[in-house]
Each structure stands twice: as structure tokens, then as C-alpha cells.
């Protein structure tokens, strides 16, 4: 059974009445509930965890980790980003969430500043599958509308996406690539912008459905390990014009 650890910045819900309303027990067992119903194995881990939750041990046992985080970014420890990137490296699959964008573990697998624009203005967001066929967008209809959302408009300092899956359209009027998916030597990457923390985003059903297909996407596949570095031939060569400084 693919396992999930879904981790979370778990500050603002414990600040702040608005958010705590909409997510009472956190952003993160909203999101692990709607994968357990989707039947993954979920743990949740947050920041104030020791090590924030994420221990070798942990991410040895993880297929897909979810990243949530916004105001505390900077309080994620090299040496934890560290793990995690080199766990990404190695097949763990990660779905990066809406202000994740700024986390340190994307925009390293990212290479670039990954800043946006962004208003909170409680405006609709329209979520276009420009990529039906993707396993992602299985059981989608043509769109998803969000009633209350935050805007993120490009241009979103990204590398061009392996696959682009979702197009947002805002109210406002903006556009946004918002379901990308990468991969990052074994692993697999999905960024999936919705999920402000004072609008209930994660409780939505289209969108607790995205970030199911998306573990399923993003978890490791069966695919054969790479061997590096210098390689015996495996047909006959002729080595005598080698030219190799032993
Ligand atoms: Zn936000």
C-alpha cells in the first residue's frame, strides 16, 4: 500500500481564529483523511515535530510526502531539506501545495525564484484541465470552480513543467499554471496550487480527488536503478586505440 506523509506548517491554525474555524485540527489531518478515504497509509508530520516530523525512519516509509507551508519557511532546517531532496533523488514522490511554493525543498528541485503574484480577495477560481488524459485529472469534470479563493497569477518563476495538467483562470483576471508535474532524477514532483488557509479549499471533493490521483501519480515506480560512473562494455570493443591516462 502506497504510504503518505503528509506534512504541515501547522502555525497558522494554531494563531489564528479564522483559520483555526476552517481547519481546526490542522490543514494536515484534513488532507491525511481525505487520502486514508482514498485508501493510502497516512502519517502526518508537522514543523514543531523534533526534526519536523521528517526522521530517516519516517521518510524510508514514505512513497508520497505533501508539503504545506507560508510563514515559516525559513524555520525548516538545511539538513531536514537536506533529507528530503536527496529522498526526491532517490523515487519518494512529493506534492508541493499552494504556498509551498516558497518552501526551500521547491524551489531547490526547482533551480529558480518560483514568485508569483498573489491578492486575497476572496475571488472565483476556475482550475481548466488542459491535460485530460493525465492520470491526475481522472475523474475530473472539464474544470473545477472554487468559490472563494486567493489569487496566484503569472508569472510564476518556474522551469517549464514536464506536464502541465491544470490552467487557472482568476476573477480578477489573471491566469496561473496550476498543477505541475516534474521529475527530479527518480522522483516525481507535482505542484497543485489551491489550499489558502482561510478558505476551506481542502475540504472539496474535486480537489481532495486531484491530491489522490496525484499520490498515485507521483509514488515510486517498479522502473530498473541506474548504475553510474565508468561502465564495462557490454558487446566486444576494440580498446586498442584507448587513449585512457591510467
Ligand atoms: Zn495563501
Request: a negative charge.
Amino acid at each position: 500500500m502506497t504510504q503518505v506523509t503528509v506534512w504541515n506548517e501547522f502555525r497558522h491554525e494554531r494563531d489564528s481564529e479564522v483559520v483555526a474555524d476552517v481547519y481546526p485540527d490542522g490543514i494536515h489531518a484534513v488532507i491525511a483523511d481525505a487520502l486514508a478515504d482514498a485508501g493510502f497509509e497516512t502519517r502526518t508530520a508537522t514543523l514543531d515535530d523534533p526534526e519536523h516530523g521528517l526522521t530517516e525512519e519516517v521518510l524510508d516509509d514514505t512513497d508520497v510526502l505533501t508539503w504545506w507551508g507560508h510563514a515559516a519557511h525559513d524555520e525548516v532546517r538545511d539538513e531536514i531539506v537536506d533529507r528530503v531532496h536527496e529522498r526526491v533523488l532517490d523515487g519518494m514522490g512529493l506534492l508541493v501545495l499552494h504556498s509551498g511554493h516558497y518552501s526551500k525543498i521547491f524551489t531547490r528541485l526547482m533551480g529558480t525564484s518560483c514568485s508569483l503574484k498573489w491578492r486575497e480577495a476572496a475571488e472565483t477560481e476556475r482550475l481548466w484541465v488542459v491535460e485530460p488524459s493525465h492520470p491526475i485529472a481522472d475523474g475530473l469534470g472539464e474544470y473545477i470552480e472554487i468559490d472563494d479563493a486567493e489569487m496566484y497569477g503569472e508569472r510564476f518563476d518556474i522551469p517549464a513543467p514536464d506536464t502541465l495538467v491544470f490552467t487557472s483562470w482568476f476573477e480578477g483576471g489573471e491566469v496561473f499554471r496550476s498543477g505541475c508535474c516534474y521529475r527530479r532524477g527518480n522522483g516525481r514532483v507535482f505542484y497543485f496550487r489551491p489550499g489558502h488557509e482561510t478558505y476551506p479549499v481542502y475540504h472539496d471533493e474535486a480537489i481532495q480527488q486531484v491530491l489522490a490521483n496525484a499520490v498515485e501519480w507521483a509514488a515510486p515506480g517498479d522502473g530498473p536503478t541506474p548504475e553510474f560512473g565508468n561502465a564495462d562494455p557490454i558487446e566486444d570493443i576494440d580498446e586498442s586505440d584507448d587513449r585512457t591516462v591510467h
